[in-house]
Every structure is written in C-alpha cells, then in structure tokens.
C-alpha cells in the first residue's frame, strides 16, 4: 500500500528515522543478498522515487518559525548602522539580531576561521549577512527584511586575482599578514624550470577558467529547535555533520555537547555544502526562539548569492618537451580567486597544484600558486576540487604539443602517462594502481577512435566535425597532514536485522548503497533485513566530510571491520546455544546461523534476544594511509598535500560545430576510468555520467556573470546549466585494477569523471576547426568570434 | 493570499470583471506567475485563468484561413492536425519553445501578450501576417500583430480587452516553411536570435516570393522588405544569401544582454539566412 507507506513515513519521528526495510519494495522485488560487484539497485531509491524519503527541505513541525537572512548588497564596505528598529516592531517578528548578538567567536571556517556568520564592522562580499531574522511566516520575514536598514561606506574592492595581487590593493582582510594573498605555494621537482632550456620544443599559453556554480537542486536549507534540556538539534543539508558540530560551537560558543546535528539524504550538493552554509544563523535563531522549530530555506538566488562557488582561475604555462614527445619540463603560475573568505581555497589550490602537470611523468617541475582574497562570492569545494580547473590547462598544453610536433594526440599522451613506480608531477612515487594507461588503450581501441575519420567526414553543410581525447586523474582522500579515518558503526537489532549507521552524508553519490553491499557481502542478509542510518551525531560515528571521493573507500574499510567482526560474534554466541565445540561448522545465512553439521539453526531474532545490546554492536575505524616520501617542496601546506591515491579516466568526446552560430553539439561521449575495482557497475556509471554531465555544462555554458562582485545571472533561466537534449549518449568503461588497500579493491569515482569534458571538447574543437580557445565556457558566442578571427587572418 | 477565478465561459469573465476590474489575467502563467515573483509585475487583488474557456481554446478553418483560440497551448497546436498542415513555420517554432511541460502550460495568447522580442511564435506569426482579435465584452477590434505589438512588453491591449484568437490566412503560396533558434541550450533556451522564412521556390530552384523575420535582435520582430526584395526573381544560391545576410545585418537592431553581445545577434542574423541554402519545395 503505497499511500500508507508514504503516510507512515512521514509521521514516523526524527529520533528513530531509520531505513527501515523497505516494504514497499518487498512487495515488488524477491529478496536479494545485496553483494559487492553486482548491480544492486539503490538504496534510496524506493524512497526516493516514492517521495517518502525526507531531505532536509523537507522538515518542517508544529509551530514553526522562518529565518532569513539580510544580505549587504554591497561587495566590499564599512558598515556604518544597521537599524533594526522598524523590524522588530512589526507583528509577527519574533527576533532581529545582527553580529553584535552573536555569542562565541563569531567566525566559521574549515581551515581558517575568517568568516563571520554576521559581519559586524565590515562586509566583504554582497552575499555577506548583515542581520538575522526569525518571524512567524514567510511573508512577515520578507517584510521584516525590507524593514532593516543598513547602511554601509562603500570601499573599493577587488575583483579579479591580478587586482587583488596590486601592491596599492584595497586589502579585504587588514589583519592578514600576506595582505591579499591567502596562500602562496610552490611545488618544485627535479631541476624546476632550470630544465626548460635545455628542451627541443618549449611551448606556452595562458588559459582562463570562470567561476561555476554547483547547482544542486536542494537549496540550502535547514531546521533547528532548542529542548527543554538547552541541547540544540538541526537538521540540515550538509556534507559534514559532525564538523559542523565542531563549526557552530566554535563560532556560536556553546559547548559540543550541546549541539546534535541530524543529516538526512542531500538533493545534491557537489561539495557546495562541504562547510557552514545556514548552520551558524539557525543555530542562532533558534537559541532565540523559545523551544520553536525554525526552518530556514535559501531561494535559488540567495543560493547563487550567499552559496560556494568554484574558483576562476588563470592559469599560465610553459611546457618544454623532447623533440620525439617525451614531457621534460613545467612551469606553471596558478591564480586561483577564492573570493571574500578562505573556505577552502588554499586546499582547493593545493589540490589544483599538485595535478598541474597531468597525469604524466615530467621530471622537472616548478608549479607555483596564489590563492587570492577578492570581493566575490566565496569560491569553495566542488566536484574535481581545483582539479577540473587545471586540466583544461595541462590537456591544452599536451594538445597543442601533438599539434606542434604532428603527433597523434593519444599516442602523446599514452607515451607520457605515469605508470606505476614512476614520481608525479609533484615528485610523489606512484605506488598504488595508476590505471591511466590502461585508459588511453581502452579509448584507442574504441570504434569511436578507430573509425572517427570516417565520422568526421559526415558533417552536413556549414557544419564541421572534430575529435578530441583528454586524460586526467583525481586525488582521493584529505591528502598528508589531515587525518582521513572513519568509525564505522553496525548492529544486530532486536528484529534481527543488520543496522549500519553511517557517519558520512551521501549526497547522492551512493555510498549508502555501497554500505549495504558491504553489510550483505559479509553478512550474508537480505536486502530487506538491511537498515540504514543516516548521520546523526548522536546515533553514528564520526566518520569525515562526503567530500575527496572518499566516502566509500573510507567508511567502506571501516565497515568491513565492523561486519566482520559482528559476523564472529554472531558465529561465536551461536556455538554457546548451540553448544557447539567448534565454530568451523557454522553458518551466517540469511535471517539465521546455522550448524551445517548438524541442521540445528537459530533465528538471528533469537540470537539478538540473547545478547547484550553492546554484544550487538560493533564499532571499527579506519584510517587512510598517506604517502611516504620525504618531499622537501610544497612546505606552504598545512594539510591536503600530497595525495597516495588517484583515479583516472581518458575521456574521448565527438563534437560537430555550427560555423554559422558557432553553437558546439556533442554528439558521442566515451570515458575509460580506473578506480580500482567496481563495487556496483550501476553506482560507478552514474557517477561516470553525472560527472560527464557537468562537465559538459562546465566546458560549454556555465559561468557565474559577475559585475564588480555582483553576480548578473543568479537565476536559472541565465545560469545556463546544459538540459537533457544537450547530454549524448555517454558510454563508461570501466578499467579495472586491484587498489590493494581499498574496500574490496576499490577506489573513489566521484570525481575524476569532472574533469574530462573541458579539456575533450576544446581538443575536439581545434580537431574540427582549428581554433585553439583558452578561455572557457566554449559558448557559441567565443567560438563564432574565433572562427570569424580564423577568416580574416589570411 | 490571491484570489483566482476559474470562468468557463466568456460571460463568466465578463461579469468576474465587472466586479473586480483591478484583476489579471493569465492563460498558463509561465509568464505572468515568473514576474509576480520576481516583483516585475505588482500583485494583483485577483487573478483570472483562461484555462477552462472552451470558447477561446480551439482550433478553426474556413476555406481559406484558419482561427486559433488564444489559451490554446503550445501543446494542443503541436499536436493539432490544422496547424500541421498548413503552418509548418509556427510548428518548427513551437518544438523550440520551453520544453514539454513549459509548453503544456503556455499559450499562443501569453506569447502574444508578454510581447517579448524573444518570443518564439512571434517572427512565425509576422511572416504570417497574423492578425489578432480583441474583445471586450461588447466590441471586436481586429489588428495585425505587427500594430498589436508596440515595443518590448508593449501592446494595444487595453484596459478589460482580452485577446480571444488569432486569425492566419492559409499560405498557400509557400512552398517552404523554416524556422531556427539560436539560444544557449537546446531547449529551455531563450532565443539569442531566431530568424523565420517563407519562400516560394520555382522547380529550377529561383526564388518567387520570400517572407522573412528575426526575433530578439530588435525591440520587436525585425522585418525586411529589402531583404526580401533582395532574394525574389534570384536564384537560390550562397552569394544570393550572402548578399541578402550582408543587408540584414545592417538593419537589425540589437542588444547586449546576459545573454549574448549585439555583435553576434547581428552576426547571426545574417548567418542564419545562409541556413536557407538547403532549402527544397517539397517533391
Ligand atoms: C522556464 C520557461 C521557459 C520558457 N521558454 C520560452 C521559450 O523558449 N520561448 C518563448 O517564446 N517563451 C518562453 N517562455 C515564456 C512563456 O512560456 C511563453 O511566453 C508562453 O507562451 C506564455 O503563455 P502563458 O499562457 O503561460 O502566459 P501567461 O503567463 O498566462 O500570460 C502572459 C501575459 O499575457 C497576458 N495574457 C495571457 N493570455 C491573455 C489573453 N488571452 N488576453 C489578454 N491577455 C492575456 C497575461 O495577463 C500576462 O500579462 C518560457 C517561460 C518559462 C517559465
């Protein structure tokens, strides 16, 4: 009964919200033992599909309260008065509060605390709130946010990283000791760029990424109430429960124990909500709200306005190389806008850095950045974090080095890819699976590679076909200095069934599904006798960010320690009521042990009556490993530097290009990626295909319009995100290795699959017309004008 | 919390208006609702759906004309075997607009009223030679749509008029129809240009009779008798095209925006002619 099912949902309470059985499903599909390497529908999927699985958008209670935010609407200036007056007269306000009500610090950040949750003397970014309001309704918080009058000293701001980088800068931070510059790194091997002289081909060019909104569908947004007891509980849609715990005590001053954070599935997030986004403010408003739920939910626009971003980025490069293809030499100057606020942009530049030279062996390095305070949004975490950004640059170097040398652009790449044993371009021993070759070969035995000649010839009239190839790699984990553990935690309930409680969010990614897998590999249960918990600070562990492509491998390896040991336990107290003498003859099988030997079996429901509720659980940590070397280079890094494990992909694209709009159709897509073993060929693909699809956005349309800090386009209908007609076919191939030290073999896929469209496309653009474009999104518009170049330059 | 009236017939409407002249209307609201949110248009006391007048909703011929119902949607026309026939342009250009479900709510009458450059049914609708019909509840006034139109947003629509159909003479004397949009996606996509053509092309390939009209590169539909002019009694060739793209460049008139510069609407406006090189009368 599917109406009942949804009504029981929505009814059942937050405490005990967890995945129960889905019967629903029961009904339709025969029990399966959900195992790792097979196809196993999604866990949430029932759920999800029904509308009974409850986002945190989806929380609202008795009595409830709305929150909102006045934002400065100026992007860089001294506040002078912010006059709450008229607001908090109007009926229905329940409260005003501006920075001097916040308690505690008043700064949130993940690595540097520079953020104020409500700016006090300065605001430094428009998306800066100035005042928090609670109200009864919707339509009183509007009126009360109009009624707040704030008024501000405009500053001169900054808005590009060469702006900032002026020695006669307005400073957006004064108290910074590198004026605007965030962070300033180096990365050096070998000889640096000594080694460029000495190269037979030495190439260079500058490439020009924008800024990229991550467009989830689920706004930020979250819930929180006060109890009786003074503990606060929000539930949220966040990428990291537990840090956020963390977050808002530091910024609010209230004690951890005091905070219980409840994260429910995400509608998306891609790292936009890796960090305090409404947290802070409804923590606050609720400590002003009288035990009442407060509910506060961005609209798009605030999103666009208040939300992370991704990094713009300049990126200058020379490339020096032999004169048969081999890489010799690199030099790079990234310029990474991170915008009013750190966030993670040191980490996200790091991670840019480290992958500057491409999935490649290049002896000699010199890769130097500068993560830059501006007056924009602040740029943060997304998918292919700093990473998406830099292989646009290194693809269009190894491109424009095939073209130089007359060289089949995968042949290049396939001669230069990094194989186990050999140091990256950031010096690091590759010694874990390094899949990129495999990849390459994947794609050029491919028909779409083999027979692309023919293809190409087929373009109709005014129209022109190209082919282009990318290899790119993606780090996985927090990377040297930050430890990446996980405690996993998993139960035998009293109904007999398997309970695991996850510590880290899934945003849709499908690590939930993955831990149900784990649990039903080891365990050997039906689907149906599996459960799920979502994070919880008070049920599950701490477990780390749903961040890095490390959900799966992390939590995973932790999982499997738990499972195996709640397995010997339930093996070792069923030889106690079996009074068996040895264990060797016993059996998990689905709902039951049983003693092979003799028939005898005993229900798990029996078995949990008879053990002690902490004989039910069992609890495991994981922590990844890091590299070894000793790397005397990249010394800038607190944490996130350098990485053990990558995933690859070589991504091949066909494109036709309209020569009279200059409009780019993608017509066929092909991604080879290798990221360790599979664990479900169905997550793995979408994971290959979502990532392709916003890459597809990010090479052609996407990009955050901004006039002097102020974003033009905060909307959808001028944020141009590519719809379904715009996504080709994408075939996935899966390269398999064996990554020894991941759960079954397995590395992260979220990522990797980012960052090949760009630097495809691009390829595949100048393969069709010629024209080499450094500056993305590849609109129609730049490509038209670059063709029309192309015409007049005889 | 507003008010909506759901009338089923005309003299419902009337009568709702009557008593509540400050009320609007809308037909699905893909418009209307959009700017209410964003504060483009100020709330009204009340709002008047047009969606259950049967009256203004169907689709009619006569010999030599055909009448469509102004909150007929863009759904109902895609799928309406008069529209198919005879106006192959206005249906090139409806597959373009929105997408299926923008297209199940929104009507020729919203396009028509909202005015806006970018309209998808509008450069059609020119070419056409459409004409519109007002009412009131008590008088009819007929006018072309190129009078209706008076600049962006801007018509002759008056105070408690609605605009109850549109009438379209059958153009027999077109053996061509084509339409293309130029927008930043595939669907879902505003036009950054658009250009529509009726030609009537001779068996030895020369051009008898050309209509011509580009959205989104002026206030309104942009037409060209010069242009036409050009092509007429030529060969359809690439340096006649090339000649008549050279001339509309020069005419348009267009804008910057988020989403495109004047430079490439101009330029693609004069590109899009070009497209009509393939064009064939039908075997
Ligand atoms: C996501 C999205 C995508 C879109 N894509 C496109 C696109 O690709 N191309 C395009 O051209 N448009 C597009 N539009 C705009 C819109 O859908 C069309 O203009 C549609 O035809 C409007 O019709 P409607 O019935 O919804 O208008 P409504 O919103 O109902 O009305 C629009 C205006 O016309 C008035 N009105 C409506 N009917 C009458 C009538 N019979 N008499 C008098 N006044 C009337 C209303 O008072 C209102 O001012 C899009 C809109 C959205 C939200």
Redesign the pocket.
């Known amino acids: 009964m599917p109406l009942c099912y949804v009504f029981l949902r929505m009814h059942s309470t937050e405490s005990d919200e967890s995945h129960p059985p889905d019967t629903e499903e029961t009904s339709r599909v025969n029990p399966y033992i959900p195992e790792i390497g097979k196809p196993v529908p999604r866990a949430d999927a029932g759920a999800k599909a029904t509308g009974a699985e409850k986002y945190a958008a989806d929380h609202y209670g008795e009595d409830l309260l709305w929150a909102g935010v006045r934002r400065a609407g100026v992007a860089h200036g001294r506040i002078r008065r912010v006059d709450t007056e008229a607001a908090a007269q109007l009926p229905g306000v329940i409260a005003v509060l501006t920075g001097r009500d916040v308690p505690g610090t008043n700064r949130q950040g993940i690595v540097h605390k520079d953020q104020p949750v409500l700016a006090v003397d300065k605001v430094r970014h428009c998306g800066d709130g100035v005042a928090l309001v609670v109200a009864e309704d919707r339509a009183t918080l509007q009126k009360a946010l109009s009624l707040i009058q704030v008024e501000i000293d405009p500053l001169p701001g900054v808005f590009t990283a060469d702006d900032a980088l002026r020695p006669d800068a307005p400073l957006v931070h004064e108290d910074h000791p590198q004026g605007n510059v965030l962070l300033k790194a180096t990365i050096q091997a070998g000889d640096g760029q000594a080694a460029l002289a000495g190269c037979d081909i030495l190439l260079e060019d500058t490439f020009h990424v924008p800024v990229q909104s991550h467009a989830f569908i689920e706004t930020e947004n979250g819930v929180a109430w006060q109890e009786e007891d003074g503990k606060v509980v929000l539930v949220v849609s966040t990428q990291a429960p537990f840090r956020d715990k963390w977050e808002i005590s530091h910024a609010l001053g209230l004690p951890l124990d005091r905070l219980h954070i409840i994260g429910p599935y995400l509608g998306g997030a891609f790292g936009g909500k890796d960090g305090a986004t409404v947290q802070c403010l409804l923590v606050l408003a609720a400590l002003h709200a009288s035990g009442r739920r407060v509910k506060m939910w961005w609209d798009r626009e605030e999103s666009f306005i208040a939300g992370y971003k991704r990094h713009a980025v300049r990126m200058d490069y020379r490339l020096g190389a032999r004169a048969d293809g081999t890489l010799q030499a690199l030099h790079c100057r990234l310029y990474y806008d991170t915008g009013a606020y750190a966030h993670l942009g040191g980490e996200v530049m790091a991670l840019g850095m480290e992958h500057a030279g491409g999935p490649y062996r290049i002896p000699h390095t010199l890769i130097e950045g500068w993560c830059v305070y501006t007056n924009n949004p602040i740029a943060g975490a997304m998918r292919g974090f700093g990473v998406a950004q830099v292989s646009f640059a290194f693809e269009g170097m190894m491109d424009l080095l095939a073209g130089k040398l007359g060289m089949d652009p995968l042949e290049l790449r396939r001669k230069n890819a990094l194989r186990r044993g050999d140091r990256n371009a950031a010096g690091v021993t590759m010694t874990q699976s390094t899949g990129i070759g495999d990849c390459l070969a994947a794609v050029q035995d491919h028909p779409l590679w083999q027979e692309r000649k023919a293809w190409k010839r087929g373009a109709g009239p005014f129209r022109k076909r190209g082919v282009g190839v990318a290899a790119v790699f993606n780090a996985m984990g927090y990377g040297r200095g930050l430890p990446d553990s996980a405690l996993a935690k998993v139960e035998l309930t009293t109904e007999g069934h398997i309970r695991v409680y996850s510590g880290v969010s899934d945003m849709g990614q499908g690590n939930a599904t993955a831990f149900v897998q784990i649990a039903g590999q080891i365990l050997c249960q039906e689907h149906t006798a599996i459960e799920l918990v979502q994070p919880d600070t008070e049920r599950t562990l701490p477990s780390g960010s749903a961040s890095a492509g490390r959900t799966t491998y992390t939590y995973g390896n932790a999982l499997i320690k738990a499972c195996e040991e709640l397995h010997r336990r339930l093996i070792g107290r069923t030889a106690l009521m079996l009074l068996s003498d040895t264990l060797d003859d016993l059996e998990l099988l689905p709902g039951r042990v049983k003693n092979l030997a003799s028939g005898r079996e005993i229900p798990l429901t029996v078995l949990a009556a008879m053990m002690a509720p902490e004989d039910r659980v069992c609890i495991s940590q994981f922590l990844m490993p890091v590299v070894r070397d000793k790397l005397d280079t990249g010394k800038e890094f607190v944490i996130g530097f350098p990485h053990l494990l990558f995933s690859y992909a070589a991504h091949l694209v066909c494109i036709e290009v309209d020569k009279l709009t200059g409009a780019i159709d993608v017509k066929a897509y092909l991604a080879a990626t290798e990221a360790g073993r599979v664990l479900n060929p169905q997550s793995f693909e979408q994971q290959v295909q979502g990532a392709i699809a916003q890459g597809i956005g990010y090479a052609l349309c996407e990009e955050v319009l901004m006039e002097k800090g102020r974003i033009v386009n905060p909307d959808f209908?001028t944020y141009i995100i590519p719809g379904a007609l715009d996504i080709p076919e994408m075939v996935s191939l899966a390269v398999e290795s064996c990554e020894p030290s991941g759960p079954y073999g397995m590395k992260g896929v979220g990522e990797v699959g980012m960052n090949g469209p760009l630097p495809a496309i691009a390829g595949a653009l100048a393969d069709a017309c010629g024209i080499h474009i450094t500056g993305s999104p590849l609109t129609a518009e730049r490509v038209l004008a670059a063709l029309q170049k192309q015409q007049e330059t005889p | 919390m507003t008010q909506v009236y759901l009338p089923r017939t005309l003299a419902e409407l009337w009568s709702y208006l009557e008593g509540k002249p400050e009320a609007?209307?809308?037909?699905?609201?893909?418009?209307?609702?959009?700017?209410m949110r964003t504060g483009k248009?100020t709330a009204a006391p009340a709002l008047i759906c047009?969606e259950r007048l049967a009256e203004?909703r169907d689709v009619r011929e006569t010999a030599d004309a055909i009448r469509i119902g102004?909150?007929a949607?863009?759904a109902e026309l895609l799928r309406h075997p008069l529209i198919l026939t005879h106006l192959p342009v206005l249906t090139q250009a409806l597959h373009?607009?929105?997408?299926p479900?923008?297209r199940n709510?929104?009507?020729?009458?919203?396009?028509?009223?909202?005015a806006?450059p970018?309209?998808?049914?509008?450069p059609p609708l020119y070419i056409l030679r459409a004409e519109v019909e007002l009412c009131n509840g008590e008088t009819i006034r007929i006018m072309t749509i190129e009078e209706f139109i008076t600049g962006p947003g801007a018509t002759q629509?008056q105070k408690g008029?609605?605009?109850?159909g549109v009438l379209l003479k059958k153009p027999v004397e077109y053996n061509f129809h084509h339409f293309e949009?130029v927008?930043q996606r595939k669907s879902?996509?505003?036009?950054v240009a658009s250009m529509a053509a009726l030609l009537r092309l001779s068996p030895a390939g020369v051009i008898e009779a050309a209509r011509l009209s580009w959205g989104s590169v002026g206030p309104t539909v942009v037409t060209a008798a010069v242009v036409e002019d050009a092509l007429i009694g030529e060969k359809l060739s690439l340096e006649t095209l090339a000649a008549a793209a050279g001339k509309i460049k020069q005419i348009v008139a267009p804008i910057d925006d988020v989403r495109a510069t004047a430079e490439y609407r101009r330029s693609v406006s004069g590109n899009l002619l070009l497209r009509l090189l393939d064009a064939r009368p039908p075997s």
């Open positions: 209908a | 609007l209307v809308y037909a699905g609201g893909t418009d209307l609702l959009v700017k248009v047009l203004i102004a909150a949607t863009h373009t607009l929105g997408s479900l923008i709510m929104g009507t020729i009458g919203g396009n028509i009223c909202t806006s970018a309209g998808d049914t509008l629509l008029e609605l605009l109850t949009k927008g879902m996509a505003c036009a």
